[in-house]
């Protein structure tokens, strides 16, 4: 499902745990890290999607997590031309919907080898700003607004 102008729609999701922390995710076999990430599929509303690349990449299930904001626009990026050449995309890039979720089970209910295939192979909790500094160059944009648009309402994962 690929939109008029070449991007891939998608959701991102931004875990927050009740000290304000986020969850970083290491790509498999890869020294690479990463918000859990995936395509819409067609007939397929953000927020069902969002439930279901939550559960494929951390093992979570919808009544481990709240919803407390999502972003109001689509926020894009480009993939660069090498990836689209290893990966054979048919697409320019990526439009998401980033959503800031709060973990209300315990850590113990991530679990990572959900799928066949997994995403992450390892994880951990970091400040909520730390992403930035560490995505990878041509997503630290999406990343930057995304993250910019759902910090005030980040008090609301904090434990009372």
């Excluded at 969002?50 to 626009?73: F, P």
Aim: with cysteine; proline share 6%; glycine share 6%.
């Amino acid at each position: 499902m690929i939109d008029k102008k070449g991007y891939r729609p998608n959701v991102g999701i931004v875990i927050a745990n009740g000290c304000g922390q986020v969850f970083w995710g290491k790509r498999v076999n890869q020294n690479a890290w990463q918000f859990p990430q995936g395509g819409i599929q067609s007939k397929e509303s953000p927020e069902e999607a969002l439930y279901r690349e939550l559960h494929e990449e951390t093992g979570l299930e919808a009544g481990d997590v709240r919803i407390i904001a999502v972003t109001k626009d689509w926020l894009r990026y480009r993939l660069p031309q090498h990836l689209k050449r290893d990966q054979k995309t048919h697409f320019v890039g990526q439009k998401q919907k980033y959503f800031l979720i709060r973990l209300t089970s315990d850590d113990d209910a991530i679990k990572l080898n959900q799928q066949r295939k997994p995403e992450f192979d390892d994880w951990k909790w970091v400040s909520f700003w730390y992403p930035l500094s560490q995505i990878v160059g041509f997503k630290r944009p999406v990343y930057q607004r995304a993250l910019r648009e759902l910090a005030p309402r980040l008090a609301q994962c904090m434990k009372p």
